[in-house]
């Protein structure tokens, strides 16, 4: 190919950023490729957002999409006629989506539709419960896209089974620690710990927002209760999703958890200040996706509050266990007593997955 190849990076919500930044990073090094960043919007508070793009060195969005926030059918309709426009404007040569965001079976749709080929960033992924909208993501997805890059074997195993010809699939490992790895020293200077008066005591980090847990009353009533018992034990901190402090809000649970002491509930913070919370972490609570991969590379205990979860190699060969929201407390005191798997690092979870996407698509483009 003579001129470099147009490639699309899509980045939606906070989970993509960290996954869009190092192949952003990768791609704009290499000559044979002219990259556009394309924002969707389906997050757009500065500290959903923003913070970031400048802590990862994104630069400003090329395509704004500002679709906001919606109903499911909304937001996934309002992205796929913006970025239908993008693309009919500007046709790329390869589109890439990642993770499982509604924004992400968007475009994926669009593409298929208008035969640009997609390459999809964390391909494979299954937790089998189609009663959380990101599965259904996953699976629209995966039957659309051209590249399925996978973080861990149990991807490529349930691809495989799906009937995924086995040359779309490529295992390149897990794209979020290459995010870590490049922000390091950023992140073991920051004090973020120090700044919340953080110190004295351990501490956990604790991230809730999944429909399941925070829409429904009694279950985030039983959680409230699990973390103040716990607060006991250790200092939490606590960064609240925007979906989640509504709920905690309209529950009247808001003020109780927090005045709790020990309870520290804050704005979701910054990519570096929360990661620099977390490698000091004695354990997390969470029912993030990110953060079980997170806690794995790091080696810290992960309390997952859900009852599967997309990412099984967290559990066979990390530091993650799936926890009932009753069993908590709990679990929080066998992981503050040592009772917990040490865990180890899944194969190709290296900081180096950026450069084996961008090896994959110079082949793809026929530049290798
Ligand atoms: C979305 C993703 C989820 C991901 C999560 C990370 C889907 C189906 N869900 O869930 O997989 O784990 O992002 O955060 O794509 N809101 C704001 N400001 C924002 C964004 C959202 O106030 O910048 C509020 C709005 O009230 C909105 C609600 O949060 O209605 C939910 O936002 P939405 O993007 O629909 O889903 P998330 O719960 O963030």
């Known amino acids: 190919m003579s001129r470099p190849a147009l490639v699309h990076l899509v980045a939606a919500a906070r989970p993509n950023f960290m996954k869009v930044a190092p192949l952003w990073h990768a791609l704009a090094a290499d000559p044979a490729f002219a990259v556009q960043i394309v924002h969707t919007g389906q997050h757009y508070d500065a500290n959903m957002s923003d913070a970031f793009f400048s802590d990862l060195g994104l630069p400003e969005p090329h395509h704004h999409l500002s679709v906001g926030s919606g109903t499911h059918a909304e937001q996934t309709a309002r992205v796929m006629i913006a970025y239908e426009a993008v693309a ?86 897990n794209i979020m620690l290459d995010s870590f790895e490049l922000l390091r020293g950023r992140i073991e200077a920051d004090d973020a710990g120090a700044r919340l008066g953080l110190g004295a005591r351990r501490y956990g980090v604790v991230t809730l927002h999944r429909p ?113 929201p009753a069993e908590l407390l709990e679990n929080v005191g066998q992981a503050l007593d040592g009772h917990w798997p040490a865990g180890r690092r899944p194969a190709l979870w290296d900081g180096r997955t950026a450069g084996r996407c961008v090896t994959s698509l110079r082949q793809r483009i026929g530049v290798a």
């Open 88 to 173: 009919l404007g500007g046709r790329p040569d390869w589109t890439v989506v990642v993770g499982d965001v509604n924004s992400t079976a968007a475009v994926a749709l669009v593409c298929a539709k208008l035969m640009i080929p997609v390459a999809h960033l964390e391909a494979g992924l299954r937790s089998r419960d189609r009663s959380m909208p990101e599965e259904v993501n996953r699976l629209v997805t995966d039957v659309l896209a051209d590249l399925l890059w996978t973080p861990s074997p149990d991807g490529d195993e349930n691809l495989r089974r799906e009937g995924v010809p086995a040359e779309r699939i490529e295992r390149v490992g």
């Open 212 to 324: 399941a847990n925070v829409d429904d009353r009694d279950t985030l009533t039983g959680l409230v209760a699990q973390l103040r018992a716990a607060a006991d034990s250790l200092d939490l901190v606590f960064p609240v999703h925007p979906r989640t402090r509504k709920q905690l809000q309209a529950f009247g649970l808001h003020d109780t958890l927090a005045g709790t002491p020990g309870i520290r509930l804050i704005e979701p913070l910054g990519y570096v200040p929360f990661m620099s919370l977390v490698t000091r972490a004695a354990l997390a609570i969470t029912d993030s996706g990110g953060l079980q991969e997170e806690t794995t590379y790091l080696g810290i205990p992960c309390l997952t509050v859900r009852p599967n979860t997309e990412r099984p190699i967290t559990i066979s060969e990390g530091t993650n266990r799936l926890v009932k």
